[in-house]
């Protein structure tokens, strides 16, 4: 089944602002900076909070650690927001991603101001884990249509061994017996299909990638990441670098080369 290429950009849209920062966000609670810092912390402990907020004159800015809640008060002990640090509520989810790969959290500010945070381990969380699966979807349906446009039956299954091809074939025996209307090409997984890509200088071509080892090393990734995720399994822990790399890298997946259209199969 091919998607034409507005469609998937479509798709992309659809996700890129449909899920944002705010879906994942926690609220910051915060003290007053006279607080005691003694209170602060002992409240942080009842809690389990290691991070809070500070007020001054009504308005949050800063944070306390609970670790660093000494003696005096809560404001002597408050850090300042840094630029790096600081994200919208509307702000994207591969924003997120990419912020939390060089700082431990983020505080999200809403209407100007610093009012909830986010973790990696927020990035556990439904919406997260829809985007991602979501993500790699349109990856796929991206591989798909680049092969079935840019490359002949023949070809592809030329890359493919035996085994593979004979799953394949039962699979779409099967899709066929229930009256789903499929190629054989749809019926490939998606490692396959990578695989399709990787072997064949032309297809790679129609890639950012520069060589067949990051093609295979991308697809292992992100096969492994969707099993994660098909089967609530913890994503940060075994997952994290491949939710980085996607999210580094979406445009260089998704977004089609010149020409798209005009290509056909040699």
């Known amino acids: 089944m091919a998607f034409h290429p507005s469609s998937l950009q479509s798709l992309r849209r659809v996700f890129h602002h449909s899920f944002t920062a705010y879906d994942i966000t926690e609220p910051l609670f915060s003290c007053d900076s006279t607080a005691p810092a003694t209170s602060s912390r002992e409240w942080m402990q009842q809690h389990d909070f290691d991070v809070i907020g500070v007020r001054q004159d009504g308005v949050v800015t800063g944070y306390v650690e609970k670790t660093s809640l000494g003696t005096g008060l809560s404001g002597e002990h408050m850090q ?119 072997k064949s200088e032309r297809l790679r071509s129609r890639t950012r990638f520069h060589s067949r080892r990051q093609i295979e090393q991308t697809a292992k990734q992100l096969e492994k990441l969707r099993n994660s995720l098909a089967h609530a399994q913890d994503i940060i822990a075994s997952d994290w670098e491949a939710i980085v790399n996607l999210s580094e890298n979406m445009d260089h997946l998704l977004v089609e080369p010149p020409h798209w259209d005009t290509e056909q199969p040699s």
């Not at 959290?105 to 809403?110: I, K, N, P, Q």
């Not at 439904?126 to 991602?132: C, T």
């Not at 209307?181 to 490692?191: E, H, K, T, V, Y």
């Open 80 to 198: 300042a927001f840094a630029a790096q640090q600081v994200i919208m509520d509307n702000a994207s989810l591969t924003e997120v991603v990419r912020g939390l790969k060089d700082c431990h959290r983020l505080f999200v500010t809403v209407f100007g101001t610093v009012a909830g945070i986010v973790t990696r381990s927020d990035l556990q969380k439904p919406p997260m884990r829809m985007w991602l699966f979501g993500m790699i979807t349109l990856i796929e349906m991206r591989v798909t249509t680049m092969i079935q446009r840019a490359a002949s039956e023949d070809d592809w299954k030329a890359s493919l061994s035996p085994g593979r091809l004979q799953k394949a074939e039962a699979l779409l025996a099967e899709r066929s017996r229930r009256n789903q209307s499929l190629g054989l090409l749809d019926c490939l997984q998606f490692g396959d299909k990578c695989q399709v890509i990787a």
